[in-house]
């Protein structure tokens, strides 16, 4: 077992926490305008209807607000998790240890992100919503449909896109790590982590689309209460019957290249200013 699996002291997860906040608000700001044309894409309404190629970084606010908070928070419990799991399997299980690691960290993740989704998506979707802020779109959510239904809908399908996306990436990221650790005498520089971090979430975010796009129209869908059936399974259903296996990938292209871009600058920023940070908490 290397020596960064080794369980680490608590003091150690405060460089995690600056290096994933940083690593957060880097990509959204990077590439927030091919999400906005993504989910404008899997938008029931249309792409056009929905605001076509206008206003991209629409919404932009309310993510960088609470990007920071999210991935610091992702990746502080992602670490922590992997430090005191990993010593107390064989290494050859460590896939399993990372697997694990990022489901947990996903879940209390998602009880910042989701609220964030649900103003952002609304925003980049919704022309009349341009001049209204996140908060006001969250209370009117609030007042409509509740705490679970408003603040919190979609929240079980994000969490299931979510999860298996992480139990896809970053094991990818990590055997893809080791890989090139194996062939450079235990060494990683930034660039290749960022490579690295590419392939994993291109791959990832392609093989995982119809997951996202059930999330996007749960989201979407303006009358919950009365529609019970806005469920994954069946809104995927829908989207079959609708368009056929292609319906299901909608969106796939800019969410595929998001994520390919989203990922080099994702995990080398993540881990190039995870270093600097441990040089200057460890000194």
């Given at each position: 077992?290397?020596?960064?699996?080794?369980?680490?002291?608590?003091?150690?997860?405060?460089?995690?926490?600056?290096?994933?906040?940083?690593?957060?608000?880097?990509?959204?700001?990077?590439?927030?305008?091919?999400?906005?044309?993504?989910?404008?894409?899997?938008?029931?309404?249309?792409?056009?209807?929905?605001?076509?190629?206008?206003?991209?970084?629409?919404?932009?606010?309310?993510?960088?607000?609470?990007?920071?908070?999210?991935?610091?928070?992702?990746?502080?419990?992602?670490?922590?998790?992997?430090?005191?799991?990993?010593?107390?399997?064989?290494?050859?299980?460590?896939?399993?240890?990372?697997?694990?690691?990022?489901?947990?960290?996903?879940?209390?993740?998602?009880?910042?992100?989701?609220?964030?989704?649900?103003?952002?998506?609304?925003?980049?979707?919704?022309?009349?919503?341009?001049?209204?802020?996140?908060?006001?779109?969250?209370?009117?959510?609030?007042?409509?449909?509740?705490?679970?239904?408003?603040?919190?809908?979609?929240?079980?399908?994000?969490?299931?896109?979510?999860?298996?996306?992480?139990?896809?990436?970053?094991?990818?990221?990590?055997?893809?790590?080791?890989?090139?650790?194996?062939?450079?005498?235990?060494?990683?520089?930034?660039?290749?982590?960022?490579?690295?971090?590419?392939?994993?979430?291109?791959?990832?975010?392609?093989?995982?689309?119809?997951?996202?796009?059930?999330?996007?129209?749960?989201?979407?869908?303006?009358?919950?209460?009365?529609?019970?059936?806005?469920?994954?399974?069946?809104?995927?259903?829908?989207?079959?019957?609708?368009?056929?296996?292609?319906?299901?990938?909608?969106?796939?292209?800019?969410?595929?290249?998001?994520?390919?871009?989203?990922?080099?600058?994702?995990?080398?920023?993540?881990?190039?200013?995870k270093k600097l940070f441990e040089k200057y908490f460890n000194r």
């Open positions: 077992m290397e020596s960064s699996d080794k369980p680490k002291p608590v003091n150690s997860y405060v460089a995690p926490l600056f290096a994933g906040a940083l690593a957060g608000i880097s990509v959204d700001l990077a590439l927030y305008p091919l999400d906005t044309l993504k989910t404008r894409l899997q938008s029931e309404q249309g792409f056009q209807k929905a605001g076509g190629f206008r206003g991209v970084y629409k919404g932009l606010t309310t993510v960088a607000a609470t990007s920071m908070p999210t991935t610091a928070l992702f990746f502080v419990c992602y670490e922590a998790t992997k430090g005191l799991v990993q010593p107390l399997v064989l290494p050859q299980y460590a896939p399993l240890v990372h697997m694990f690691a990022a489901s947990v960290s996903e879940v209390l993740a998602c009880v910042i992100r989701v609220p964030t989704e649900i103003a952002k998506q609304r925003k980049q979707t919704y022309v009349g919503m341009k001049r209204l802020s996140a908060v006001s779109i969250l209370m009117d959510a609030y007042k409509a449909e509740g705490f679970r239904n408003g603040l919190y809908r979609g929240f079980f399908s994000t969490v299931a896109r979510d999860i298996p996306f992480s139990l896809i990436e970053l094991p990818v990221w990590e055997l893809l790590k080791t890989m090139v650790k194996e062939r450079n005498n235990g060494e990683i520089n930034g660039l290749q982590s960022a490579i690295c971090g590419s392939i994993a979430g291109g791959f990832t975010a392609a093989v995982t689309t119809p997951l996202d796009l059930a999330k996007t129209r749960i989201m979407l869908a303006e009358d919950y209460t009365t529609t019970r059936k806005l469920r994954i399974r069946p809104v995927l259903t829908s989207i079959y019957l609708e368009s056929g296996f292609k319906g299901l990938f909608a969106g796939v292209v800019p969410r595929m290249t998001a994520f390919t871009l989203g990922g080099f600058v994702f995990f080398g920023v993540y881990d190039d200013s």
